[in-house]
């Protein structure tokens, strides 16, 4: 993979500004080491832990390793494993061994998985011995036979303090920590180079390939003033994604606060887990905040170390939100941006509350955010518009991918982010539309044309339409109006069925199935979307009604 991603000029430029600088995250981790060897850097929530000095040797050795394995500087590597110490291991240890880090999500559909190892050329792959009940080396098999040029298994075992190794099924040595040192001399990753590759939603049901440099995150961290060296983090969110790098490989390592990670969010562990850690900062989506605040367990559950929800991905509704902060004595933090543009605002403590929880924040200047309208017209002075920017936070691009680049970027530089936005006179930002057609589960995009690919392809639905339909708790679900062949009904259940067999990641199932004679058209015979919208806001009222009728 060619590494150097970004120009010299823009290099030269951020570093002048003091945006960007030549520390890497693997130096900011010697550097806790040599300070507090012995503080917890990460705890899992199987009770694997790491200290620092721990997360330094062990990096070192596994980076070792990995280049002893054949891998060269610049070759990609596919990392899937569950959320928690050994995955973040896993991406120093390949920055350390000059290896590009290709993140699988764990909840990842097998062709989604097998799509990003096939976009990146990524031919070692790197797992546990299972993943989420099953064998590993069946789940290599089947990205193989989806597309995806693995060559090369590696198979990893980590207790707090040791690591195993297996190549293709053979033990692979893990050198001592001089030795280690000694091999990968001079790999290490600078922090302007690429040394990540995630996904991101795409319109086809394929992700996209989103590179990443460690300056464009440290910049982000570089935000959040409020975070201190003496929190304590719980991260629920999934660390591939942008959110979850934030706040999970980024933040607390430039600070050197201790991390508490969960494989699966669950409301009672993790209400337990502030309890028991006395957790200060929590990084949740706001569905999962919205899950917290209906638990039962939050009267009973001393929730008073907790001061701060660092939340993204949807719009907080206020009502709940401010809730929540009087419940916890917390105070909740959101942010605007996307896995491709970083962040280009956000909220402080500062706030007064009605910006803290009506709005995105306040815009960040060095992210240069314009507005244009459906003409491309720059429509910034009127204050709404498609929302685009030019700054130290974004992406260098999708990797291989010159088409989707094109429309990610404007022929100036000028990166689009897909919401239209409402900046006020005091610069503080508003999502109030969409200009593409996704539907927003639990802060997740859901592309609804992609759903509707992959469920035409079911041999008794003749035609489909995705809409969102509105939820309490996750914001929006994926709901489904088909016309089927032979004009019976079709169950959720059975569809849900069908997309598992094709490998069709979880997320993008529909919730709800609605049959119909046929699909309502609009003008130039597209189908009209807002009347079915509006057609499923309407069943659900109706049940609601009955509902409540019969109680």
Same mark, same amino acid.
């Given at each position: ?7 010299? *000029? ?15 995250? #693997? ?117 193989? *036979? ?77 935000? +959040? ?117 970083? +962040?280009? +605002? ?38 709404? *518009? ?70 035409? #392809? ?9 809409? #969102? ?83």
């Amino acid at each position: 993979m060619k590494l150097d991603v970004f120009p010299a *000029g823009v290099i030269a430029e951020y570093t002048e500004l003091k945006f960007w600088d030549d520390e890497s995250i #693997a130096a900011r981790i010697a550097r806790h080491a040599a300070r507090k060897p012995h503080d917890i850097a990460f705890l899992g929530d199987d009770n694997l832990s790491i200290t620092w000095r721990q997360y330094d040797e062990l990096s070192a050795r596994l980076a070792a390793a990995l280049a002893r394995s054949g891998l060269r500087r610049g070759d990609p590597l596919g990392i899937l494993l569950p959320d928690g110490p050994t995955a973040h291991l896993a991406y120093v240890a390949a920055e350390r061994a000059g290896l590009v880090a290709v993140g699988i999500g764990p909840r990842s559909g097998a062709r989604e998985a097998a799509h990003l190892l096939h976009e990146t050329g990524t031919s070692t792959l790197l797992t546990l011995e299972q993943h989420r009940g099953l064998p590993t080396a069946a789940l290599a098999e089947q990205y193989r *036979g989806l597309g995806a040029p693995i060559a090369h298994h590696i198979t990893l075992r980590h207790s707090n303090d040791t690591l195993t190794l297996c190549l293709d099924g053979r033990d692979l040595a893990i050198p001592a920590l001089s030795d280690a040192l000694a091999a990968i001399d001079g790999l290490a990753l600078g922090p302007n180079e690429l040394f990540f590759v995630n996904s991101t939603s795409g319109t086809t049901g394929l992700p996209k390939c989103v590179m990443h440099t460690q300056n464009r995150w440290k910049y982000f961290h570089g935000k +959040c003033a409020q975070f201190r060296e003496d929190d304590i983090f719980l991260v629920v969110v999934p660390s591939p994604f942008g959110f979850g790098l934030w706040m999970g490989h980024f933040s607390p390592t430039m600070l050197g606060a201790k991390t508490i990670l969960m494989q699966e969010f669950d409301v009672d562990t993790t209400l337990a887990a502030i309890e028991r850690h006395h957790v200060t900062v929590l990084a949740a989506v706001t569905t999962q905040v919205l899950m917290l605040l209906a638990s039962p367990l939050l009267a009973s559950t001393d929730v008073s170390s907790l001061r701060i929800v660092q939340s993204g991905g949807e719009k907080v509704p206020f009502g709940p939100a401010a809730e929540f902060e009087r419940r916890t004595d917390s105070r909740i933090l959101q942010f605007y941006g996307s896995n491709e543009a970083g +962040c280009v +605002c956000g909220t402080t403590l500062v706030d007064p509350i009605e910006k803290r929880l009506g709005t995105a924040g306040r815009l960040f200047p060095e992210m240069r955010v314009r507005l244009f309208d459906d003409d491309e017209r720059d429509v910034t002075a009127e204050g709404v *518009g498609r929302c685009a920017c030019n700054g130290p936070g974004i992406t260098p691009g999708y990797y291989g991918n010159d088409e989707a680049n094109a429309k990610l970027f404007r022929p100036d530089g000028w990166m689009y982010l897909g919401d239209i936005v409402e900046v006020d006179d005091d610069d503080y930002l508003r999502v109030v539309g969409r200009t593409a057609d996704f539907i927003i589960r639990g802060g997740h995009n859901i592309s609804a044309p992609a759903v509707e690919e992959e469920i035409l #392809a079911h041999p008794r639905i003749a035609m489909a339409a995705v809409v #969102a339909m509105p939820d309490p708790v996750v914001g929006e679900r994926v709901c489904a109006y088909v016309v089927t062949d032979d004009g019976a009904n079709l169950s959720v259940e059975e569809l849900a069925s069908f997309l598992s067999a094709k490998g069709v990641s979880k997320t993008m199932w529909p919730e709800r199935v609605v049959v119909i004679a046929e699909l309502p058209r609009a003008a130039g015979a597209k189908v009209a979307k807002a009347e079915l919208r509006a057609d499923i806001e309407r069943r659900m009222r109706e049940t609601d009604t009955q509902s409540s009728a019969d109680e």
